[in-house]
């Protein structure tokens, strides 16, 4: 069965300061899909990142990184310098390919709540 | 980008009136729509997964009669919630998938309170 566990519930920081964001999945498949969104108070979900499981590569955006390592199925988001607009709930996600290409539903973590305060 | 409208974003309900939420696909056609359900401070817990023209898949513990999904067209899907009940209190959210459009593109959510 398919889970996602992202243990930290919530996290509170001081602006300017990194904070890691940690994201383990299980699967069976070889083929899968992970996600990162950003679920500011207002609700609606913000897509940060999609990695497919066979691009290992670490990703950087901004301010944002990613680290994905299958050894550890973790897939971990680093947001560098924070500031108080990244505040929100973070979740990390995880879907796998159904025949024809397409992805199946996305297994959402319990996600964790970041607080960045000034 | 591909689009995803999603109205009521809010709707305060009495208990026993039913509620019809929809989701529109603007630029894109929808061949899948997921429905998420939200409870305060939880995770987003898939309830349904509607490919257009046929019935809905409904997830363990979801009663498909409660809550009745339609996606007769490419481009709108509804989610309504006959009978509500206060416990049906939640974030509701769409998800759709659709030919040519990278992805999951989300509804913006809505935020059901029955009194």
């Known amino acids: 069965a398919q889970k996602v566990t992202q243990a930290q519930t919530e996290i509170s920081v001081v602006e300017k300061e990194d904070v890691t964001l940690d994201c383990v999945y299980e699967t069976r498949d070889t083929t899968y899909y992970l996600f990162w969104y950003k679920q500011p108070p207002s609700g609606e979900l913000v897509f940060l990142i999609r990695?497919?499981?066979?691009?290992?590569q670490n990703e950087i955006s901004g301010r944002y990184s990613w680290n994905f390592q299958k050894s550890t199925s973790s897939f971990n988001f680093t947001i560098t310098a924070s500031q108080v607009v990244d505040s929100a709930v973070y979740f990390c996600?995880?879907?796998?390919?159904?025949?024809?290409?397409?992805?199946?539903?996305?297994?959402f973590g319990k996600g964790t709540k970041l607080s960045v305060k000034p | 980008g591909a689009v995803v409208s999603q109205h009521p974003s809010w709707v305060i309900c009495k208990s026993g009136t039913s509620v019809k939420i929809e989701c529109r696909s603007l630029?894109?056609?929808?061949?899948?729509m997921f429905w998420y359900r939200q409870f305060p401070k939880q995770s987003l817990m898939l309830m349904a997964t509607s490919n257009e023209g046929s019935k809905a898949t409904y997830e363990q513990g979801v009663e498909k009669d409660k809550f009745l999904i339609n996606h007769a067209s490419l481009t709108l899907s509804t989610l309504t919630v006959t009978s509500a009940h206060p416990e049906d209190s939640s974030f509701y959210i769409c998800?759709?998938?659709?030919?040519?459009?990278?992805?999951?593109?989300f509804g913006s959510g809505t935020r059901l309170t029955v009194v």
């Open positions: 996600a995880l879907s796998e390919a159904r025949d024809g290409g397409s992805q199946g539903n996305l297994i």
């Open positions: 990695r497919n499981s066979f691009d290992e």
């Open positions: 630029d894109f056609q929808a061949t899948t």
């Open positions: 998800s759709a998938q659709g030919l040519g459009v990278y992805g999951y593109t």
